[in-house]
Nanobody, 119 residues
Framework: QVQLVESGGGLVQAGGSLRPSCVVS????????MGWYRQAPGKQLELVAG??????TNYADYVKGRFTISRDNEKTVYLQMNGLKPEDTAIYYC??????????????WGQGTQVTVSS
């Protein structure tokens, strides 16, 4: 059973920083891309940043220059968030494309971590 466990959210003042992390646990053969999404109250889920197995990254325009996604090893992904704004307040979810022994990829999601930025 593959699980994604997030941690590192919290409450911070505008201009502050947070670094949530996400770890994949369970039995698997390989993890391909990983990413962070967010959902603010009353809004749709949106991509924040993604990182491929080889380290290629992509970002939403509204976080470029402020957020950095990184991978420590195959199964841990971080989101360094600097210069946080009140509009960054949301539940942040990580996801991962995970393959079992059949090499069929399935997308898994974490439970979400709350990030709240006060003005």
């Amino acid at each position: 059973q593959v699980q994604l466990v997030e941690s590192g959210g919290g409450l911070v003042q505008a201009g502050g920083s947070l670094r949530p992390s996400c770890v994949v646990s369970g039995t698997f053969f390989r993890i391909n891309s990983m990413g962070w999404y967010r959902q603010a109250p009353g809004k749709q889920l949106e991509l924040v940043a993604g990182i491929s197995r080889t380290g290629i990254t992509n970002y939403a325009d509204y976080v470029k220059g402020r957020f950095t996604i990184s991978r420590d090893n195959e199964k841990t992904v971080y989101l360094q968030m600097n210069g946080l704004k009140p509009e960054d307040t949301a539940i942040y979810y990580c996801n991962a494309q995970v393959a079992g022994h059949t090499l069929t990829y399935t997308t898994y999601w974490g439970q979400g971590t709350q990030v709240t930025v006060s003005s």
